[in-house]
């Protein structure tokens, strides 16, 4: 399923839930298009497999109702078949990124080339930053990853939802496509977003290297430099050995004088611009540009490739969440068998009134008539290659298989992550994770700190393999 066809899903999912006229689709209709695309499916477990089968009937039942929405209201095919304006946004802000770079450089040093240069040292100090960041988070990035930045990719995303292209009648629909658009593409968009950011920040470095570029072709500039702040050469040379380390450690690998470094006699000699000397240009040039390249530029272009990388593949194979109860119910009714939701706990020993609860959310999950299986709780740090084998479905049976843990353990890679491998083998890393938030939501209630809590057992748990998650109160 690509974007556009999560745009269709998500639409007539907004379509036959709104209130009063916005519901264009009636349970009837819903019905009809569900019998339709099932006859001309092959029962799912044969040719196709469970996640396959119901991927397909979604999509095929959607693209059905769309047409006959879209016949009575053909505002509706501006939704879903509007032209992307990514592409031109990525290149306004190249444009606009690499503008600031160019004038930046010319506003501060209108008439001379400066050793110092505010936007210069800036540029490569914010690079610099971040660059440190980036290595001094990796040993923890799994918990870093548990509060995302999503609140502007997911405003971006809603914007794409094209609510406003609605006119009348329509601003329920609107209103719940747009949130589920903005919710379900969150991580598509943060991707493209980041990848804009990152090609930005390539064009502020070349935009000033356009800048130097523009000052050396037409005329023989000369460097100097002059500061209230730091007011001796030895404190200039020392900030001028530091900024420009990598390139001069390269130039001494390479025995390349252009970048060998300044020593203190050069650098008293470019105090205000005393000794107009073309040769100390020449190097200071070719250290900047080497610096500028290889420091900034290259590396944020590569940033932003990876980054488009990852958001081409969601939008070729878009993470819609079919463990959601609308679409699990409608995958249940559309099977035409029965369901059984086995479950395998970790950490987790359900009561009578917990496993109670277990077969609601089969209920809800899978339809009405589906059943539970608890399969034996696996104790906290036992041996996960105990886990229990999945059972064979019996004759016109359907299995959904689960994973449940506990919402308030902190997830572990030594106990829970070998839970999960073991789960994902005997279960497959397409099966359901549920995470009992009871015992949390009774000792700490329903706040911010759940809310991180279980952005950080979904990026625990996607690291493993398993998507579709979902989150479930069985009481404390």
Do not use: C
């Amino acid at each position: 399923m690509n974007e556009a066809d999560a745009r269709t899903v998500l639409l007539i999912q907004a379509l036959e839930t709104a209130d009063g006229e916005s519901r264009l689709i009636t349970p009837a209709q819903g019905r009809d298009a569900s019998d339709l695309v099932r006859a001309g499916l092959p029962k799912p477990g044969r040719t196709l497999r469970h996640q396959e089968w119901s991927e397909r009937f979604v999509l095929l039942r959607a693209q059905r109702l769309f047409q006959e929405a879209a016949a009575r209201r053909p505002a509706l095919r501006g939704i879903v078949e509007a032209p992307s304006a990514w592409r031109l946004v990525v290149l306004l802000i190249a444009a606009v990124a690499f503008a600031a770079g160019f004038g930046s450089d010319a506003l501060a040093n209108p008439d001379r080339i400066n050793l110092l240069s505010a936007p210069l040292l800036g540029v490569l100090a914010w690079n610099a930053l971040l660059a440190l960041a980036w290595l001094v988070s990796r040993p923890f990035a799994w918990r870093q990853r548990q509060r995302p930045p999503r609140a502007l990719p997911a405003l971006l995303a809603g914007l794409a939802a094209g609510p406003g292209r609605w006119r009348r009648g329509g601003f329920d629909v609107a209103r719940r496509f747009g949130g589920a658009w903005a919710r379900a593409a969150a991580p598509l968009w943060q991707a493209r977003v980041r990848g804009a950011l990152h090609l930005g920040a390539a064009m502020v470095a070349l935009g000033l290297l356009a800048y130097v570029g523009a000052r050396a072709l037409p005329h023989e500039f000369h460097v100097g430099w002059e500061s209230q702040l730091i007011k001796t050469p030895e404190g200039v040379l020392t900030l001028l050995q530091v900024v420009f380390a990598p390139v001069t450690l390269l130039g001494e690998a390479l025995r390349w004088p252009q970048l060998a470094p300044f020593n203190l006699g050069e650098v008293m000699r470019m105090h205000h611009w005393a000794d107009p000397d073309p040769a100390l240009a020449d190097r200071w040039l070719a250290q900047v540009t080497a610096l500028l390249l290889l420091g900034v530029a290259l590396p944020r272009v590569l940033l932003a490739l990876l980054a488009w990388r990852r958001a081409r593949r969601l939008a070729r194979r878009f993470p819609l969440d079919l463990a959601e109860p609308y679409f699990a119910r409608l995958i249940a009714d559309g099977s035409g068998q029965r369901w059984r939701l086995v479950v395998w706990p970790y950490a987790v020993a359900p009561d009578a009134a917990q496993a109670a609860a277990l077969q609601r959310q089969a209920a809800e999950l899978l339809g009405g008539a589906a059943e539970l299986t608890l399969q034996p709780a696996l104790d906290y740090g036992a041996a996960p290659e105990s886990l229990a084998k999945r059972p064979a479905p019996a004759e016109g049976e359907l299995l959904e298989t689960a994973g449940l843990l506990s919402l308030s353990a902190t997830p572990e890679a030594e106990t829970h992550g070998a839970f999960l491998r073991r789960l994902a083998q005997v279960a497959g890393s397409e099966a359901l994770l549920l995470l009992d938030a009871g015992a949390f939501t009774a000792r700490l209630g329903r706040g911010e700190r759940l809310k991180e809590r279980e952005s950080l057992w979904r990026e625990f748990a996607r690291q493993h393999g398993f998507t579709r998650i979902h989150v479930v109160e069985l009481g404390g």
